[in-house]
Antibody, heavy 118, light 111 residues
Framework: EVQLVESGGGLVQPGESLKLSCAASGFTFSGSAIHWVRQASGKGLEWVGRIRGEVNGYATAYGTSVEGRFTMSRDDSKNTAYLQMNSLRGEDTAIYYC?????????WGQGTLVTVSS | QSVLTQPPSASGTPGQWVAISCSGSTSNIGTNTVNWYQQLPGTAPKLLIYSDNQRPSGVPDRFSGSKSGTSASLAISGLQSEDEADYYCAAWDDSPSYYYVFGTGTKVTVL
């Protein structure tokens, strides 16, 4: 069974940094791209970005609202993906999900809440 | 970045047919396939339709998807109370770089 478990969310002040983790199990992690999607309270889904697997050179792509501030990485030996978030703003407050997308399915974690407030 | 446009709300009584539209452009829906997600209150989204009109295992055949040009549609036939949820379309977009874009979301209410 595919499982994705996010952790690392919390309350931070504007301008600070936070690193989220996504622990994966139930599939071949090294070969899979991992996406991050966020959702502000009462709002829609926003794609944050994705990191591809080893065979694709761990290529990353980011949404325009986070590019230059957020960095995705992964440790295939730990089956874990990371989202480093710097220069956080109030508008980054959201539930952050890690997602594995395949052609025929999508597997979502339960999400972790990030709150940016002074 | 582009966004896919959906109506904010749709509604119907139990047993009715409801359709949700998703309008995009040539760089997303016009070029790539469309997924649909269902999000029940307080839960993570669930894939409902992939590749425009395919259902993952376990999704009832009351849900169907279609696409024409730069627009897509999700239909729910025989609406049930448990279908009350938010629905999002999504597709890859090729311009200016390859990224994933979600629709604005539609709240379906079962009257």
């Amino acid at each position: 069974e595919v499982q994705l478990v996010e952790s690392g969310g919390g309350l931070v002040q504007p301008g600070e940094s936070l690193k989220l983790s996504c622990a994966a199990s139930g599939f071949t992690f090294s070969g899979s791209a991992i996406h991050w999607v966020r959702q502000a309270s009462g709002k829609g889904l926003e794609w944050v970005g994705r990191i591809r697997g080893e065979v694709n050179g761990y290529a990353t792509a980011y949404g325009t609202s986070v590019e230059g501030r957020f960095t995705m990485s992964r440790d295939d030996s730990k089956n874990t993906a990371y989202l480093q978030m710097n220069s956080l703003r109030g508008e980054d407050t959201a539930i952050y999900y890690c997602v594995r997308l395949t052609v025929t399915n999508a597997y979502w974690g339960q999400g972790t809440l990030v709150t940016v407030s002074s | 970045q582009s966004v896919l446009t959906q109506p904010p709300s749709a509604s119907g009584t139990p047993g009715q047919w409801v359709a949700i539209s998703c309008s995009g452009s040539t760089s997303n829906i016009g070029t790539n396939t469309v997924n649909w997600y269902q999000q029940l209150p307080g839960t993570a989204p669930k894939l409902l339709i992939y590749s425009d009109n395919q259902r993952p295992s376990g999704v009832p055949d009351r849900f169907s998807g279609s696409k024409s040009g730069t627009s897509a549609s999700l239909a729910i036939s025989g609406l049930q109370s448990e279908d009350e949820a938010d629905y999002y379309c999504a597709a890859w977009d090729d311009s200016p770089s390859y990224y994933y874009v979600f629709g604005t979301g539609t709240k379906v209410t079962v009257l």
